[in-house]
């Protein structure tokens, strides 16, 4: 038999790494189920689940270039289930009734109801622009001044300290 994509094989267990299981295909061929494509639950540990040795039924999922197999025995079994368990059903929103009002339509509302709520907190003073700048002219030259007398002693080399 060829292998093709999209076709179910028998095979064997050959090998089981951390991130998958080896399956020998016959006539020379071994592919890999990676561990996402072993079961439809979350796979910690693949050694749990399948042991050298093992038979199982895999769908070919990809043949790359250089003739590595993309394996799958979660989907090889997935074909079996009714159609109705595969996949939920698309919900149809085109029967939904139409909500879409003015707001002027809606009724007012009348004695608040966000009872919970706490007062909101008063808003700060505002300053002057020229205040804010000279605040800020401030902050920046003493991060700068800091910055310098931090690095002009680590400089070292030729010259020593520059004033």
């Known amino acids: 038999m060829s292998i093709?994509?999209?076709v179910?094989?028998?095979g064997k267990v050959s090998g089981i790494t951390n991130f998958g299981a080896f399956v020998d295909l016959g006539a020379g061929k071994t592919g890999l189920v990676h561990i996402s494509e072993v079961s439809n639950s979350f796979?910690?540990?693949i050694n749990?689940?399948?042991?050298?040795?093992?038979?199982?039924e895999v769908k070919v999922m990809s043949i790359g270039n250089d003739g590595?197999?993309?394996?799958?025995i979660k989907r090889a079994n997935e074909e079996e289930r009714p159609a109705r368990e595969?996949?939920?059903p698309k919900k149809d929103f085109s029967k939904r009734p139409n909500?879409?009002?003015?707001?002027?339509d809606r009724p007012e509302r009348s004695g608040g109801g966000n009872y919970n709520r706490k007062p909101a907190a008063p808003a700060p003073k505002?300053?002057?622009f020229d205040n804010l700048m000279s605040s800020f002219l401030k902050d920046s030259d003493e991060r700068l001044s800091s910055i310098k007398r931090n690095t002009e002693g680590k400089r070292g080399g030729r010259g020593g300290r520059r004033s």
């Open 4 to 6: 093709e994509v999209g």
């Open 8 to 10: 179910k094989l028998p």
């Open 43 to 45: 796979v910690k540990d």
């Open 48 to 56: 749990e689940v399948l042991k050298v040795g093992d038979e199982v």
């Open 68 to 72: 590595k197999i993309g394996l799958s």
């Open 86 to 88: 595969q996949r939920a």
């Open 99 to 104: 909500n879409n009002f003015n707001r002027s």
């Open 126 to 128: 505002k300053e002057g």
